[in-house]
């Protein structure tokens, strides 16, 4: 089965919203509302991955994803700081 417009439109939001609040955390690195929302997304990802690492759960909801896609997009933003100085 795919995905539907409502599962897309909600991973969008989940992402754009992560990837501003990134961007805002971060001072100004995000990439525009196209790429902040590519950011949140992939964010989204890193985050779980490295939480679940952690053993960390944050829980469940649209908050708890937001939370989730923000904290891995922080991630990404740094590691994307940190090869654009070498």
Known sequence: MGITLEGLIIILLVG???GWLAGLIM???GFGIAGN???GIIGAFVGGWVLGLLGIVI???LI???LNAMI???ILLFV????KRA
């Open 37 to 39: 929302i590519v950011i």
């Open 16 to 18: 754009g919203i992560a």
């Open 27 to 29: 001072k100004g690195r």
């Open 80 to 83: 994307i700081g940190l090869i």
């Open 59 to 61: 829980g469940g909801g």
């Open 72 to 74: 891995g997009a922080i």
């Open 64 to 66: 708890a994803a937001i």
